[in-house]
């Protein structure tokens, strides 16, 4: 048996070697097969299947969607019972996806199989499909049929976890009518690459499979790159999210973690601050408060928040993927079918402004958003405004670039406006009236790259350091002088010229300023870099390894006080894990012992947790993560003596999806989770 283990193991190296090696690409190659999407900016996710027979409704309560099966506890032989009642005459492929292309969107994402395991296609390796209803109509051949005719990219979403599978793993904490006797999770993994296969093969010209459902114990970075790389040699021009690897760090989007498998991050239900730069990301985000249909959710967005989400996204370099759930007829909501034609009459006239469009020179406008793209010598700035100047003045502030031309985007006759240099802003005289109450956009195109008067950026390792730190002060702009100095001063033109990186040794504020000609051409930034005293290690002479454990059950809005509470049961595990959790809604776990430092040094720790969770060391919070959300990720900073310190991670769970990851970073270790070898408890 050994033996045959031994010789799979190296099978799947091999494999898995020479399936990286046979879809190596260059930059330029990359970088030619996500174009496509990196131009198209706006697609529709669809979020469809037998969820939609309750319609969010189940035992007189309204607030469930695609999770109904778990959320309501439903056995799965009472959920199969919708099969037999899933028959969505009304479907239409041709005006569904026309109904996207009139709303200016580019790409069609829609849900193959989602968490509960039906199948929205005709597959050969399951008969909890499609087929197996009274409708018995393959629907996304025949979406793939009208994308092709309309031009619109199809895509297909497709879960790693699967309720229904008999050999996926774990099972829901509530099934105690499912055994998991004779389960063998690879046997499922094998059925995911058939389906996978299916899918990139019969549909025509796939554009992106977007993985989810990920977040689970059995699966794990080997298993997502080997999947990865698998769905890249079926078809080498395929994009994939990040969702294959489940180290994605939260819904945030992208983890820090270099050797993340995936080609875009997936910010959820949210837009971060400053988009994810240097990273190709999409925020996905409902209409309204879910993804599946809920008849009775009546809670959508505004039209003018939408079109603001989208340019703001556009602004930041990602694209915007806005969901809709049809119903169990195969229709849109007709609230989704209006908020559609909306956004698509603002497109028409202002599409231009989105499509092939990279992220704001800008750090910050007060009045709106800008988008720009390179037009020959030139760059033409799409200058978004929401709040529209009274007195017909638009301010663009701290723009050195000489101005070309300006218009408004929706003046077919590109009627010219003044604009006029007042130092180091432009100023353009705009009509009194704005011609879009939700997002009106002027163009002002410049010479050569925008030169915006950001201020120059620090980079370090860390803000604190135990020795010395190198800090490496850069501006992307052309032909200026950095200078800086380390009293907090403004620099000035007789500050130190910055010619490499500036190591520090003492705790010091440095302040940095662009130059061009003997003047400032920018204003100052500023950060101060600490020198401390890494804690003391703890003496422990009796510790073994592994974590001590506490699980409570209850229900709870944020971290209890658990010296409060009687715990429901105690131990010893060999690594942080949620997996022996008894309820499946309401519980908490209480993680305490001793983090075993390698060296002297700086180290952050990371929880990804949903719902909430918090990590001390050393008797002080490091992390608070603690408020019921969606996966979220949050991290501290510590300098640690090198030896045992005191640890303690909480976590709570208030129903719904639940996982608890905590992650370290430091001297020679790259962000990995804790290993079990760091972890010990008192014997």
Known sequence: MKIKVIVLFVLFYFISINAQNAIKETKEEHDARKQWWRDARFGLFIHWGLYSVPAGEWQGKTNYAEWIRNNAEIPIDVYEKFVPQFNPVKFSAEEWVKTAK???MKYIVITSKHHDGFCMFD??????????????????????????????????????????????????????????????????VQYMKNQLKELVTNYGDIGVLWFDGEWEGTWNEERGTDLYYYVRNLKPD????????????????????????????????????EGLPGVDWESCMTMNDHWGYNKNDKNFKSVKSIIQMLTDIASKGGNYLLNVGPTSEGVFPKESIEILGEIGKWMKTNGEAI????ASPFKQLKWGRCTQKSIGDKTRLYLHVFDWPENGKLVVPGIYSDAVQSY?????????????????????????????????????????????????????????????????????????????????SIPTTESSLVRGPIKLTETTTLTARCFRDGKPVSSSASDTFTKVVPDEATQV?????????????????????????????????DNISIKGKKSADYFAFEFSGFVKIPEDGVYTFYTASDDGSNLYIDDKMLVDNDFPHGLEEKSGVIALQKGYHPFVTSFFEASGSDELKVYIRGPGIEKQLIPADFLYHMK
């Open 102 to 104: 009139n709303a200016g």
């Open 408 to 488: 408004l985007l929706a003046d077919e006759s590109k009627t010219n406006l003044k604009v006029e240099r007042d130092q180091d802003a432009l100023i353009i005289s705009i009509p009194l009236k704005a011609p879009d109450q939700n997002n009106s956009v002027i163009v002002l195109d410049v010479a050569g790259k925008p030169d915006v008067n950001n201020p120059p950026l620090f980079e370090s390792s860390d803000k604190i350091f135990i020795k010395d730190l190198d800090v490496t002060i850069k501006s992307e702009r052309q032909n200026v002088d950095l200078r800086y100095t380390v009293d907090g």
């Open 541 to 573: 002479d009796n510790a073994e390894e592994g974590i001590g454990f506490k699980y409570f059950e209850g229900q709870w809005e944020k971290i209890p006080d658990f010296s409060l509470l009687k715990p429901v049961a105690e131990g010893v595990l």
């Open 123 to 188: 597959t050969k390796y399951t008969d909890f499909d499609i087929m197996s209803t009274p409708f018995k109509r393959d629907v996304l051949k025949e979406l793939s049929e009208a994308c092709k005719k309309e031009g619109i990219k199809l895509c297909f979403y497709y879960s790693i976890m699967d309720w229904h599978h008999p050999d996926y793993l774990p099972r829901r904490g509530w099934e105690k009518d499912r055994s998991t006797e004779g389960a063998d999770f690879d046997r499922y």
């Open 355 to 358: 499509y092939g469009t990279s």
């Open 238 to 273: 395929i994009i994939v999210n990040n969702r294959v690897d489940p180290s994605r760090g939260g819904l945030t989007g992208f983890s820090a973690n270099e050797k993340q498998i995936g080609d875009f991050g997936t910010p959820e239900q949210q837009i971060p601050a």
